[in-house]
T-cell receptor, first 111, second 113 residues
Framework: QKEVEQNSGPLSVPEGAIASLNCTYSDRGSQSFFWYRQYSGKSPELIMFIYSNGDKEDGRFTAQLNKASQYVSLLIRDSQPSDSATYLCAVTKNRDDKIIFGKGTRLHILP | EAQVTQNPRYLITVTGKKLTVTCSQN?????MSWYRQDPGLGLRQIYY???????DKGDVPEGYKVSRKEKRNFPLILESPSPNQTSLYFC????????????FGDGTRLSIL
C-alpha cells in the first residue's frame, strides 16, 4: 500500500471555480500534513500546513484534515490560471522523522 | 534574503566519478534533507538531518552519503555515481523539526552518463 496517495490528474477546472485536491495516507499515526505547489521546472513552495482535524483557511486556500478517514484535502476558491501547477501532499509521523510526499496532482485552470 | 542554496544547478558527469552537491541555508534551521524527484515517482527523501552530527536515512538512501558538520551545510555525496542516479535533486530545510514547513533550494539537475 502506497503511503501517501494522490490522483495524478490532470485535473481541469474552469477559471473562477473551486478546485478540490485530495490526498490519502496509510499511517494512522501521521501527525503533520502539508500542501506544496510546484510549477514546472521550479522547486516546491509551501501553500498550507495543518495539524488538527477540521478546516484551516488562508486566503483562497482551505486545507481540510480528517484523521479518522485518513485524508487531507486542499480547496482552491476562485481558481486562477496562475494556480495551474502540480500540488504535492506531504505527511510526517513524528517531529524527528522522515517526510513522505505523494506523487502530486497536476491542476490545470482553464481560462 | 532567507534561502537554501544548492550548487551546482546542473551537472553532467560519468559513471564512477565521485561528486558532491552542496547545500547551504542561512536561516539557522535545524532540520535539513535531500530529495530526488523522478517522473512518475514523485519526490522521495534520501537523507535527513535533525541537527549537527545527526543524520538518518530517508526512503532511498542507497548510493548516497551525507554529512552535517556545520548547522548551515548539508552536502550530498555520490561516491560512485551510476546512471540510475540521474535525477532532479532538491535540498530543503526547516526550523526545528520534520513537522515544520520545508524551504526548498532551486534544485540540481544531475545527469550520469
Amino acid at each position: 500500500q502506497k503511503e501517501v496517495e494522490q490522483n495524478s490528474g490532470p485535473l481541469s477546472v474552469p477559471e473562477g471555480a473551486i478546485a478540490s485536491l485530495n490526498c490519502t495516507y496509510s499511517d494512522r499515526g501521521s501527525q503533520s500534513f502539508f500542501w506544496y505547489r510546484q510549477y514546472s521546472g521550479k522547486s516546491p513552495e509551501l501553500i498550507m500546513f495543518i495539524y488538527s482535524n477540521g478546516d484551516k483557511e488562508d486566503g483562497r486556500f482551505t486545507a481540510q484534515l480528517n484523521k479518522a478517514s485518513q485524508y487531507v484535502s486542499l480547496l482552491i476558491r476562485d481558481s486562477q490560471p496562475s494556480d495551474s501547477a502540480t500540488y504535492l501532499c506531504a505527511v510526517t509521523k513524528n517531529r524527528d522523522d522522515k517526510i513522505i510526499f505523494g506523487k502530486g496532482t497536476r491542476l490545470h485552470i482553464l481560462p | 534574503e532567507a534561502q537554501v542554496t544548492q550548487n551546482p544547478r546542473y551537472l553532467i558527469t560519468v559513471t564512477g566519478k565521485k561528486l558532491t552537491v552542496t547545500c547551504s541555508q542561512n536561516m539557522n534551521h535545524e532540520y535539513m534533507s535531500w530529495y530526488r524527484q523522478d517522473p512518475g515517482l514523485g519526490l522521495r527523501q534520501i537523507y535527513y538531518s535533525m541537527n549537527v552530527e545527526v543524520t538518518d536515512k530517508g526512503d532511498v538512501p542507497e548510493g548516497y552519503k551525507v554529512s552535517r558538520k556545520e548547522k548551515r551545510n548539508f552536502p550530498l555525496i555520490l561516491e560512485s555515481p551510476s546512471p540510475n542516479q540521474t535525477s532532479l535533486y532538491f535540498c530543503a530545510s526547516s526550523f526545528g523539526t520534520a513537522d515544520q514547513p520545508q524551504h526548498f533550494g532551486d534544485g540540481t539537475r544531475l545527469s550520469i552518463l
